[in-house]
């Protein structure tokens, strides 16, 4: 890609100088291009992820066959052409590149899956990635940042978000993989991917309104303090605050512990659907019991 500072599945990479002919030497310097290209906009080498990244990264983000996965940076188009052709998902891929373009949508006839996957010609900042269900990146870390907000408004709770190599900045991965693969850079040798997947979370910061039921229970005030998918905050209950443990959100999944006055701690699990969430209290050696929460005016 010319202007977005990116490097795609099958895409162009920006960086700094060029590559060596020596195999050694050039992995080094197109390495060290990769870490400093954020700024440059102009394009650079076409540069295919190996297949066996791409699978693993698939994998990872368990996609199914009721999955739509978007590519942004698609480049040959083999992250969509392969979620379509082994897992027998849905998608699309966008990628600045007309003849690339051309290329993945040539490749789906071929391969029989042009009525499930189409790549299109656009700038992966403007791109509608609302539908997506998985979401594959091979995006260098300025444009990762630039994108990571984006990404946090549009894509839906829950949504599988997964990287080549670079990471989303102050939003950590909640999981990593490394992959050993005889090829990179379009380079033989014994190479080391790193794979990151996110999970969408939910936006629950802010106060709430709960309610569980029993004469332990009743009304009480959650506050949350949320920073991607950790959060902290205080229950407030009969006017005694009670600071959250173990706060955590998986896509529409939130839960954390309160401590209890007696030693032990009550475990919340809830689903979140917009400005409201509902779920269990569990307490060891008592049954659970339901509660429900809705954010504060």
Request: net charge positive; aromatic share 6%; with cysteine.
């Amino acid at each position: 890609m010319r202007d977005e500072m990116k490097a795609g599945y099958g895409s162009r990479v920006t960086g700094h100088g060029s590559l060596l002919r020596s195999a050694a030497c050039g992995a080094l310097l197109f390495a060290a291009s990769l870490a400093c290209a954020q700024d440059v906009k102009d394009g650079g080498p076409y540069v295919p992820t190996p297949q066996k990244v791409v699978e693993a990264m698939l994998d990872l983000a368990a996609v199914r066959n009721n999955d739509f996965v978007m590519d942004l940076g698609s480049g040959d188009g083999r992250i969509v052409l392969t979620a379509a052709t082994r897992h027998r998902a849905s998608g699309v891929g966008v990628d600045i590149d007309q003849e690339l373009v051309d290329r993945a949508n040539a490749s789906a006839r071929r391969l029989g899956v042009a009525d499930r996957v189409q790549f299109l010609k656009q700038d992966v900042q403007v791109a509608d990635i609302k539908r997506a269900t998985v979401l594959t990146l091979y995006l260098l870390p300025g444009m990762m940042s630039t994108l990571r907000p984006k990404f946090l408004k549009e894509l839906r709770p829950g949504t599988r978000i997964v990287s080549h190599d670079f990471e989303l900045g102050e939003w950590k991965p909640d999981r990593t993989l490394e992959v050993e693969t005889p090829e990179k850079y379009d380079l033989a040798g014994s190479w080391t991917s790193n794979v990151h997947l996110w999970i969408v979370p939910a936006a629950v910061n802010g106060a709430w309104q709960g309610m569980s039921p029993g004469p332990s229970g009743g009304r009480f005030q959650l506050e949350i303090n949320q920073t991607y998918q950790r959060i902290e905050g205080k229950v407030t209950r009969n006017g005694k605050a009670v600071a959250l443990k173990d706060g955590q959100i998986e896509g529409a999944r939130v839960r954390f512990s309160v401590p209890k006055p007696g030693g032990g701690n009550e475990r919340f699990e809830a689903t979140v659907n917009g400005n409201s969430m509902a779920g269990e209290i569990k307490d060891d050696g008592t049954a659970p019991v339901k509660w429900s929460a809705s954010k504060a005016p």
